[in-house]
């Protein structure tokens, strides 16, 4: 469930940004639309994305022997484009954004959507991590996500982030160590 709401979490708030990119820079009037907008948009991009973007795919990969490898990564192209496209319009009829003019209000924000999660999927494992500590924070499992970095990290790295915490290397928390013991 956690993953889940993380993905989720992060992913409305960089689609709000891009839906504000669109709203900016084309006739699409999205405003305060665009908390709703960018919950739809969510939704399509997790939920509907891949499952249209698989039955698109599985209809092209039939005539995939008859193309080139230039030909090839044009069709993947415009499937890609298809695909934002189709997301675009379901957003648009399920959310409050209206639409001003053919090609910059129907065939533009697509390209911005394409953009946006190509930019995603180079930032999401950050953002989603970056999500999940702030969740864990939220929840009180402040730990959980530490122990779970630190179990797969290496010694040296261990100690850096224990000396970052409280400014002591490993050294100098043993003597202080025999101090109180002593």
Known sequence: MRKW???FASLLVFNIAVLLLIGWFTPARVGWSALWAGIVLTAIV??????VHRWFASMAAKSAHQRTKLGEKLVE???????AFLVWVATVLLSGVSVG????GWILPPVFLLIGWAI???VDDRVEGHAAGLYDRALGREGTT??????SESPESTAG???LQDGLTDEQR???????NG
């Open 161 to 163: 982030r224990r000396e």
């Open 77 to 83: 192209f415009m499937l890609a484009v298809a695909v």
């Open 46 to 51: 997790i939920w509907i994305k891949p499952l």
């Open 146 to 151: 530490d122990a779970a970095a630190t179990a």
């Open 174 to 180: 043993r003597m202080l160590d025999e101090l109180g």
């Open 120 to 122: 995603y999927d180079v």
């Open 5 to 7: 709401v993380v993905r």
């Open 101 to 104: 003019g053919w090609f910059w």
